[in-house]
Structure formats: structure tokens, C-alpha cells
């Protein structure tokens, strides 16, 4: 028989199979370092003194210095087997919910270095523990309750169990019973004052599901969901102080939302709104029968857990590490400090200097990793910035293109504290910034090109605007030309020798939507995609020597790409893993290599010492990846075959990409020919190698009908008819 336990432990190791499958560290590319959005799934978080310990389901506890609340610092961690979620501190250990893995005993005598010394395995998976004197209480999910003897903590020991009737999820001890929340069935009285009999001596059944638990003097405060009102949950107040007899004294109605977490101290109670609200909520309990609210604050992320220390709450969140509020004037509530990076949502955008790596977060924003050690990167800092979506640097300043919010200003003199410093609102949301001199160029969705004075930078102000036809979502800069992906206008070039008259010069319009851009010298290499029945997507080279009127000389179909970096003579095609090409010639790319990431990539750079830095969905990782692009010089074995490819795309308007094999050095002559037999076009007429080759066909100035396309190569002639369409 298969229990829940089993099936779990065996998901989650498919899991962690399919994710370690999934990175590549081939005989040329290696993974040197990583930093890890390890602070993305906090769940419970204790106080005691000048530390705060933390469980995070990915890693396990953290452990925080938090002297200066304004500034609270890692110290020290240690993993855990399972899912960390809830815990128990007691004298110099923490005792972790570990879910299937049971209960986890830590040393914590040495903040800076703690581990493991024991466990306690139960049959179901624990998902909160309590401590009082020499047991362990463990809420062990459809197991009941689960009493441990931790008085020899590196052998903890079962000695007792209850059989809940519901799903037990939480637990809370004081005195001598336990109160344990079961779910579906209401909240659990169990008297332990003999650990090895525990009885159960009350049940107060709840209208509504129970999620948690906090107890203050005699009462108890339960958070409920409504069963009249699904999308509301209430918060319960139970009066104990006769356990045998629990009663209902009040019952505080929530608004729409989940309400599901708090906690209790003095005359106060402290709740998380989730959902639509993710607010921290205080309520007065002075009078238990009559609670009234004091007021509520946004918190920016979906918050988790949360505990109060003295005069401050802090806050565990599911992807935004934790928060700590100062709570001394309860009606006037503030936020002081934070721990956790920003990108652990997903690492939009990488910039790299010499010492440091700068990182945009979608959903949170910026933040600093020291890279002098590549492969021991570290986090020095952050900045909290909703909607981040890219950053450029300049001097002692980071600009960030934030969205609705514009553009944000960070220091970044001190990499340990980044500080926003001023802002500049935009007209529409801001897609991409870059940098020249004193000016920010900036794309938006109101479908303009936009120019912010940042010569001041605390006090940035826009004073150009160039509209386009189409919104643009990425951005180069080459000496007086702006490059934008402009979406279904393709390529726009502006020139901004004249920031403050910034004006668009030329244009290029692939086959679909134009993507992203990046420029080197003569080129501009563009991905695109085209949608509807047949959808495809490309890789593209243009000449832009003349900016006025961009060329197109290489066209792709067969490589797709989302973004494209480029380094020296490689391009780096970002798309479910990284596709490396020499352009050394641009005309004709050609793939030297490839890794696979763990996940996928949303950005990357690279350095003149061979490193390739990869924002891959929640993780921050350095490749080395000399041996890659050293190969560049290795020659190809040519084809086995004489033979020529489709035209793409074919039927074609105005231009087509036309692709063949050599397998000898051989004279080529490939001819485009109209229907009376008339040469139209010559394309190649010339000695060539043995090898691929490619050539565009710019047909502009013929009209629509069939064409046939003729291949010599010393004896060997094809032929192949295409479409032009106008």
C-alpha cells in the first residue's frame, strides 16, 4: 500500500531528479558558482533575543542577526532534509517541522554555525511543532498528534500520540494541554499532562475550516474560513480558561480575502491578509468580546507567517524573504527593514562591472551579488523596486526601468546599501532604459522613445519624445543611433546626436515581430516571430552601416531566440537554454555550442575572461565557458553531399534567405531566373569552400510571380521554384 507519505517523498524525488537533469556542465562549459533565490519560500520565523530563526521550505533555517532591526543580517544556516516549515526554539536548540523528514533537531549555541545533532521521524508529515520543557508536540498531519521526548536532544525519542479526528495542522502548548487546529474539525484540547497518555478533554467545533492558532491568557484566536462566504475568512476567540470547557466568545468578520496567519501579544492582535489584500492587520483584543480594528498595512508580496517580538512584528513571505515592522504606535505601523533578494521571482535583467553584478527582480526589483570570487557569489545588497524590468549603469548610479513607476534612481555607491534616490515618471510604462552621458533613452508602452536629463541625478526630468507605431521592448545604443525592438514595426533607428531632438532616421521590418536587439559595429541581430497558422521564429542580421537604410544580409528560421547577447565575435541566443554562434562573419552565423540551463534564461552577460552570467528563473549562475568559445577555430567537417535547402520563407515578399552545402572547394554561380527564362538576379558567382552557405534575395524591384532559382557548382546544377508575392 502506497501512503501519502510515500507518494509525496516520491513526487518531490522525481522532482529534484527532473531539475538536476536539467543543467549541463558539458566537457566544455562548466558551472563555477551560483546564488540562489534561497530566501523564496519562508515559512515560520521565531524570536529570542537578537536573533530571528527562520525556516524556508528550499533550504531550510536561516538564522538572522537582527540587533538593528533597520539592518537584519544572515548569519548563519543549516539544511534540512525535507520542507522546513514550522518551528520551536528551546535553550540552545531549534526543533523544525521538517514535513516528511520529521522533526529536526538543530544546534543553534553558535548562531554563525549551526547543524544538525538529531531528528525525530514520525509516520505522517509534521507540519508544526511545539516545545515545552523535555517534550516535542508535532502536529503530523492525518497522524495526530505526536508527543517526543527531547530531553537528550541528539536522540529524541516517541513516547506518546493522539488520534485527532481531523487533519492536525497546527499545534500550541501551555500549561498542561495542547491546542491543536484540525482543519475541517474544529480545535483539539488535549491534556498532556502525562506525555505518554495524552487525553483529549475538549472539542469546539468551528463553522468553517481552521487554519491557525495563537493563545493569550484564556483565550484562544482561531482564523476560520466562512462557509457562508467562502472568500472571507473570520477570526474566532475562544475562551479557555477552562479547558474542559471551551466557549465561543466572539467573532471578528474579515473582509474578502484570505486571513490566515497571526499571532497575539498584550492587548493586541496581529493578522496577514493574503489574496486580493497581502496586509498586515492589527486588531484591539483589550476586550476579547468586542474586537476593534486599528488599521492595516500593505506589504507589497503575499506574506506567509508572522511573529512580534517586543516592538516589532516581523514577517515571513513566500518569495520576498522577510520583513520587519515597527509596531511601538499600532495606528501608525512602519516598514524598517528587510532581508531577501528581489529576483526571486525571476531575473529579468544582468548588468556586470569588475567586483559586482547587478540584478533586476520583476516583481521586486534590484538588487547587488559580489562576483570577485566567481565561484562563490554572494548577495551585498538590495532595493525594493515592484515592476523592475531592466537597469543601466552609469558612474555611482543605477537607472531602473520600473514600469508604471517610471524610472528609478538607486546609489550604488555603497554595494552593501543601495539607496533610491529619485525617480522620473513616464508617459506609459517604461520597457527598457539605457544610458549615454548625461541622458537616459528610454522605450515605453505608450509606444514613444523617451529622453530623461539625468544630470542631475537625483532630480531626473524628461525632455524629448519620439513616437513610434508600435510599443518597443528592448533597446541598443551605438555611438549617435538608438536600435529598438519595436514589435510589429520591426527595427527603428532614432538618432540622438541631439538628445533633447532625438528623430527617427531608418527602419527595417522583419518577417513577424521584432523582439530584441543587439548591435555590434556594422550589424544589428534581431529575433523574431510571426504568428497565426504558421508560426515561426528567426534569427536575423542587418548591416546598418547606413543607418538610413538598413540591410538585411542573413535570415534564420531555424534558430529560435528571445534574447540575444552579444560578446566579441559570438552571439549568445537566449531560449530555453543559450545557443552560441561565431558571427565573425555576419553574414553567415555558425553554431559552435551550447549548454543547456537548469532553467530558463532570462538574461545573461558575458565577460572578456570567459564567464557567462545566466539570470535563469530563481537562480543567478556562472558558467565558464572558455572552452566554448575557443572551438572558433576548429574547422567543421564539411558535407558528405551536394545539396540545396528550401528557400525561407517561400511563397516570399521582397526578401527570401536561401541556404546550401558544399562538400568540395568548387566555382558556385546561383541564379535567379522570371518564367520567359530571363535572368533576374545573380546571386553567388564566385569560388567558395567546402561547407554550409547562405545568401539573401532582395526581390524589391520584381513583380509577383514564379521564379526559379538555379545552383551550379562545377558539374552539379539544382534547381528550385519560389513565389514572390507582394
Same mark, same amino acid.
Given at each position: 500500500?502506497?501512503?501519502? =507519505?510515500?507518494?509525496?517523498?516520491?513526487?518531490?524525488?522525481?522532482?529534484?531528479?527532473?531539475?538536476?537533469?536539467?543543467?549541463?556542465?558539458?566537457?566544455?562549459?562548466?558551472?563555477?558558482?551560483?546564488?540562489?533565490?534561497?530566501?523564496?519560500?519562508?515559512?515560520?520565523?521565531?524570536?529570542?533575543?537578537?536573533?530571528?530563526?527562520?525556516?524556508?521550505?528550499?533550504?531550510?533555517? =536561516?538564522?538572522?542577526?537582527?540587533?538593528?532591526?533597520?539592518?537584519?543580517?544572515? $548569519?548563519?544556516?543549516?539544511?534540512?532534509?525535507?520542507?522546513?516549515?514550522?518551528?520551536?526554539?528551546?535553550?540552545?536548540?531549534?526543533?523544525?517541522?521538517?514535513?516528511?523528514?520529521? *522533526?529536526?533537531?538543530?544546534?543553534?549555541?553558535?548562531?554563525?554555525?549551526?547543524?544538525?545533532?538529531?531528528?525525530?521521524?514520525?509516520?505522517?508529515?509534521?507540519?508544526?511543532?511545539?516545545?515545552?520543557?523535555?517534550?516535542?508536540?508535532?502536529?503530523?498531519?492525518?497522524?495526530?498528534?505526536? &508527543? &517526543?521526548?527531547?530531553?537528550?536532544?541528539?536522540? %529524541?525519542?516517541?513516547?506518546?500520540?493522539?488520534?485527532?479526528?481531523?487533519?492536525?495542522?497546527?499545534?500550541?502548548?501551555?500549561?498542561?494541554?495542547?491546542?491543536?487546529?484540525?482543519?475541517?474539525?474544529?480545535?483539539?484540547?488535549?491534556?498532556?499532562?502525562?506525555?505518554?497518555?495524552? $487525553?483529549?478533554?475538549?472539542?469546539?467545533?468551528?463553522?468553517?475550516?481552521?487554519?491557525?492558532?495563537?493563545?493569550?491568557?484564556?483565550?484562544?484566536?482561531?482564523?476560520?474560513?466562512?462557509?457562508?462566504?467562502?472568500?472571507?475568512?473570520?477570526?474566532?476567540?475562544?475562551? &479557555?480558561?477552562? #479547558?474542559?470547557?471551551?466557549?465561543?466568545?466572539?467573532?471578528?468578520?474579515?473582509?474578502?480575502?484570505?486571513?490566515?496567519?497571526?499571532?497575539?501579544?498584550?492587548?493586541?492582535?496581529?493578522?496577514?491578509?493574503?489574496?486580493?489584500?497581502?496586509?498586515?492587520?492589527?486588531?484591539?483584543?483589550?476586550? #476579547?468580546?468586542?474586537?476593534?480594528?486599528?488599521?492595516?498595512?500593505?506589504?507589497?508580496?503575499?506574506?506567509?507567517?508572522?511573529?512580534?517580538?517586543?516592538?516589532?512584528?516581523?514577517?515571513?513571505?513566500?518569495?520576498?524573504?522577510?520583513?520587519?515592522?515597527?509596531?511601538?504606535?499600532?495606528?501608525?505601523?512602519?516598514?524598517?527593514?528587510?532581508?531577501?533578494?528581489?529576483?526571486?521571482?525571476?531575473?529579468?535583467?544582468? +548588468?556586470?562591472?569588475? !567586483?559586482?553584478?547587478?540584478?533586476?527582480?520583476?516583481?521586486?526589483?534590484?538588487?547587488?551579488?559580489?562576483?570577485?570570487?566567481? +565561484?562563490?557569489?554572494?548577495?551585498?545588497?538590495?532595493?525594493?523596486? #515592484?515592476?523592475?524590468?531592466?537597469?543601466?549603469?552609469?558612474?555611482?548610479?543605477?537607472?531602473?526601468?520600473?514600469?508604471?513607476?517610471?524610472? !528609478?534612481?538607486?546609489?550604488?555607491?555603497?554595494?552593501?546599501?543601495?539607496?533610491?534616490?529619485?525617480?522620473?515618471?513616464?508617459?506609459?510604462?517604461?520597457?527598457?532604459?539605457?544610458?549615454?552621458?548625461?541622458?537616459?533613452?528610454?522605450?515605453?508602452?505608450?509606444?514613444?522613445?523617451?529622453?530623461?536629463?539625468?544630470?542631475?541625478?537625483?532630480?531626473?526630468?524628461?525632455?524629448?519624445?519620439?513616437?513610434?507605431?508600435?510599443?518597443?521592448?528592448?533597446?541598443?545604443?551605438?555611438?549617435?543611433?538608438?536600435?529598438?525592438?519595436?514589435?510589429?514595426?520591426?527595427?527603428?533607428?532614432?538618432?540622438?546626436?541631439?538628445?533633447?531632438?532625438?528623430?527617427?532616421?531608418?527602419?527595417?521590418?522583419?518577417?513577424?515581430?521584432?523582439?530584441?536587439?543587439?548591435?555590434?559595429?556594422?550589424?544589428?541581430?534581431?529575433?523574431?516571430?510571426?504568428?497565426? $497558422?504558421?508560426?515561426?521564429?528567426?534569427?536575423?542580421?542587418?548591416?546598418?552601416?547606413?543607418?538610413?537604410?538598413?540591410?538585411?544580409?542573413?535570415?534564420?528560421?531555424?534558430?529560435?531566440?528571445?534574447?540575444?547577447?552579444?560578446?566579441?565575435?559570438?552571439?549568445?541566443?537566449?531560449?530555453?537554454?543559450?545557443?552560441?554562434?561565431?558571427?565573425?562573419?555576419?553574414?553567415? #552565423?555558425? =553554431?559552435?555550442?551550447?549548454?543547456?540551463?537548469?532553467?530558463?534564461?532570462?538574461?545573461?552577460?558575458?565577460?572578456?575572461?570567459?564567464?557567462?552570467?545566466?539570470?535563469?528563473?530563481?537562480?543567478?549562475?556562472?558558467?565558464?565557458?572558455?572552452?566554448?568559445?575557443?572551438?572558433?577555430?576548429?574547422?567543421?567537417?564539411?558535407?558528405?553531399?551536394?545539396?540545396?535547402?528550401?528557400?525561407? %520563407?517561400?511563397?516570399?515578399?521582397?526578401?527570401?534567405? *536561401?541556404?546550401?552545402?558544399?562538400?568540395?572547394?568548387?566555382?558556385?554561380?546561383?541564379?535567379?531566373?522570371?518564367?520567359?527564362?530571363?535572368?533576374?538576379?545573380?546571386?553567388?558567382?564566385?569560388?567558395?569552400?567546402?561547407?554550409?552557405?547562405?545568401?539573401?534575395?532582395?526581390?524589391?524591384?520584381?513583380?509577383?510571380?514564379?521564379?526559379?532559382?538555379?545552383?551550379?557548382?562545377?558539374?552539379?546544377?539544382?534547381?528550385? !521554384?519560389?513565389?514572390?508575392?507582394?
Amino acid at each position: 500500500m502506497i501512503t501519502n =507519505k510515500m507518494m509525496y517523498v516520491l513526487l518531490t524525488s522525481l522532482i529534484l531528479l527532473a531539475n538536476s537533469a536539467g543543467a549541463q556542465d558539458g566537457s566544455r562549459v562548466k558551472l563555477i558558482g551560483e546564488l540562489y533565490a534561497d530566501w523564496r519560500q519562508t515559512n515560520d520565523v521565531v524570536v529570542v533575543e537578537n536573533y530571528a530563526y527562520v525556516t524556508d521550505g528550499t533550504t531550510g533555517l =536561516k538564522i538572522v542577526d537582527i540587533t538593528d532591526p533597520k539592518t537584519p543580517t544572515e $548569519v548563519g544556516r543549516c539544511n534540512t532534509p525535507g520542507y522546513a516549515l514550522r518551528l520551536s526554539v528551546s535553550g540552545k536548540y531549534a526543533f523544525i517541522a521538517d514535513s516528511t523528514e520529521g *522533526i529536526r533537531v538543530i544546534d543553534i549555541s553558535n548562531p554563525a554555525k549551526p547543524y544538525e545533532i538529531g531528528f525525530g521521524d514520525t509516520p505522517g508529515n509534521a507540519l508544526s511543532v511545539a516545545t515545552l520543557g523535555n517534550y516535542a508536540y508535532v502536529a503530523d498531519d492525518i497522524e495526530g498528534l505526536r &508527543i &517526543i521526548d527531547i530531553s537528550t536532544p541528539n536522540n %529524541p525519542v516517541e513516547v506518546g500520540s493522539f488520534s485527532t479526528i481531523g487533519r492536525a495542522s497546527k499545534v500550541v502548548v501551555s500549561g498542561n494541554y495542547t491546542y491543536i487546529t484540525e482543519r475541517d474539525s474544529g480545535i483539539q484540547i488535549v491534556d498532556v499532562s502525562n506525555p505518554s497518555q495524552p $487525553v483529549g478533554v475538549g472539542l469546539l467545533p468551528t463553522i468553517g475550516r481552521c487554519y491557525d492558532l495563537a493563545i493569550w491568557g484564556d483565550y484562544a484566536y482561531v482564523t476560520v474560513q466562512d462557509t457562508v462566504r467562502p472568500s472571507h475568512y473570520d477570526l474566532f476567540v475562544v475562551n &479557555i480558561s477552562n #479547558p474542559l470547557q471551551p466557549s465561543l466568545t466572539s467573532i471578528w468578520r474579515g473582509d474578502y480575502g484570505s486571513l490566515f496567519h497571526l499571532t497575539v501579544q498584550d492587548s493586541f492582535a496581529y493578522l496577514l491578509y493574503e489574496s486580493n489584500h497581502d496586509e498586515l492587520l492589527i486588531l484591539d483584543t483589550s476586550n #476579547p468580546a468586542i474586537l476593534v480594528k486599528i488599521g492595516s498595512w500593505n506589504l507589497g508580496s503575499i506574506p506567509r507567517n508572522l511573529t512580534v517580538a517586543g516592538t516589532y512584528a516581523f514577517i515571513t513571505f513566500y518569495s520576498v524573504g522577510m520583513q520587519i515592522w515597527d509596531i511601538s504606535v499600532p495606528n501608525n505601523t512602519t516598514k524598517i527593514g528587510v532581508i531577501g533578494a528581489p529576483y526571486r521571482d525571476n531575473m529579468w535583467d544582468i +548588468t556586470i562591472s569588475e !567586483k559586482y553584478a547587478y540584478l533586476i527582480g520583476f516583481c521586486h526589483g534590484f538588487s547587488i551579488a559580489d562576483i570577485t570570487d566567481p +565561484t562563490a557569489p554572494f548577495e551585498t545588497g538590495f532595493c525594493s523596486i #515592484p515592476g523592475a524590468r531592466s537597469a543601466a549603469l552609469s558612474g555611482n548610479y543605477a537607472f531602473v526601468a520600473a514600469g508604471d513607476e517610471g524610472i !528609478k534612481v538607486i546609489n550604488i555607491a555603497n554595494p552593501y546599501q543601495p539607496l533610491e534616490v529619485g525617480s522620473c515618471q513616464m508617459a506609459g510604462s517604461v520597457t527598457d532604459v539605457a544610458v549615454s552621458a548625461n541622458f537616459d533613452f528610454v522605450t515605453t508602452y505608450d509606444s514613444s522613445f523617451q529622453v530623461v536629463d539625468i544630470s542631475s541625478p537625483e532630480n531626473p526630468f524628461r525632455v524629448a519624445t519620439c513616437k513610434l507605431g508600435a510599443n518597443a521592448e528592448a533597446m541598443a545604443l551605438q555611438g549617435k543611433y538608438a536600435y529598438l525592438a519595436a514589435g510589429s514595426e520591426g527595427l527603428r533607428i532614432i538618432d540622438i546626436s541631439n538628445p533633447v531632438a532625438s528623430y527617427e532616421v531608418g527602419f527595417y521590418k522583419p518577417l513577424g515581430y521584432c523582439q530584441h536587439v543587439a548591435v555590434s559595429e556594422k550589424y544589428a541581430f534581431l529575433s523574431w516571430r510571426t504568428e497565426g $497558422v504558421m508560426e515561426h521564429s528567426g534569427f536575423s542580421t542587418v548591416d546598418i552601416s547606413n543607418p538610413i537604410e538598413p540591410r538585411l544580409v542573413c535570415l534564420d528560421p531555424s534558430v529560435r531566440t528571445d534574447k540575444i547577447i552579444i560578446s566579441d565575435n559570438f552571439a549568445y541566443l537566449l531560449s530555453g537554454g543559450i545557443r552560441v554562434l561565431d558571427i565573425s562573419n555576419p553574414a553567415q #552565423p555558425r =553554431k559552435v555550442g551550447g549548454l543547456k540551463t537548469r532553467w530558463w534564461p532570462y538574461d545573461a552577460a558575458v565577460t572578456a575572461g570567459g564567464l557567462l552570467y545566466v539570470g535563469e528563473s530563481y537562480y543567478f549562475d556562472i558558467y565558464d565557458i572558455s572552452g566554448l568559445t575557443a572551438v572558433r577555430e576548429m574547422s567543421p567537417l564539411p558535407p558528405s553531399s551536394f545539396s540545396l535547402s528550401p528557400a525561407f %520563407p517561400n511563397p516570399f515578399n521582397a526578401f527570401t534567405q *536561401i541556404s546550401y552545402q558544399l562538400p568540395q572547394l568548387s566555382p558556385v554561380s546561383l541564379t535567379a531566373y522570371d518564367p520567359s527564362g530571363r535572368v533576374v538576379a545573380t546571386l553567388v558567382n564566385e569560388v567558395q569552400t567546402a561547407g554550409e552557405h547562405s545568401v539573401g534575395w532582395s526581390a524589391e524591384g520584381l513583380g509577383s510571380g514564379v521564379y526559379l532559382l538555379k545552383l551550379t557548382a562545377g558539374e552539379r546544377v539544382m534547381i528550385q !521554384k519560389t513565389v514572390l508575392l507582394k
